[in-house]
């Protein structure tokens, strides 16, 4: 079996899980075994938590349309049912930006969406 010098793969990956781990406490930017465990640890949760910011944030945005909804005598679900019929296609991520920045816009959306569900 021939003798390997050197692990130049192994110390590359070494190197990229140490420089990951600056800024942690004690041994977990020093010492291999524990900068290791915390640096996958912090991956996994990057990786779960990129997943989660997306459902995070369609939850703020329907809390956010629901409030503009109701201070035009409708709730969540009947806007955007309203708004399905009446050929609306707007994003949730814009309704809650109009219902924030430009009420007046939302009041005339929220009408339209009524008118469209009296006719339905």
């Known amino acids: 079996m021939p003798r390997v010098k050197s692990n130049p793969v192994r110390l590359r990956r070494k190197k990229q899980v140490m420089k990951a781990a600056k800024g942690y406490y004690g041994a977990r930017s020093k010492l291999w ?6 640096v996958e640890r912090a991956w996994r949760y990057a990786y779960r938590d ?3 910011k997306k459902r995070e944030f369609r939850r703020l945005w329907v809390i956010r349309i629901n409030a ?3 201070l035009n005598g409708m709730n969540y679900s009947t806007f955007i049912n309203g708004l399905m019929k ?3 296609e707007i994003d949730r991520k814009i309704l809650s930006d109009i219902a924030i920045q430009d009420p007046a816009a939302f009041a005339a959306l ?3 969406a009524r008118a469209a569900l009296t006719a339905a």
Not at 33 to 38: D, F, I, M, R
Request: positive net charge; aromatic residues 0%.
């Open 86 to 88: 009446a050929g609306i």
């Open 110 to 112: 929220a009408d339209k």
């Open 33 to 38: 075994g524990p900068a290791k465990e915390s």
């Open 68 to 70: 503009g909804a109701h």
């Open 50 to 52: 990129r997943k989660n």
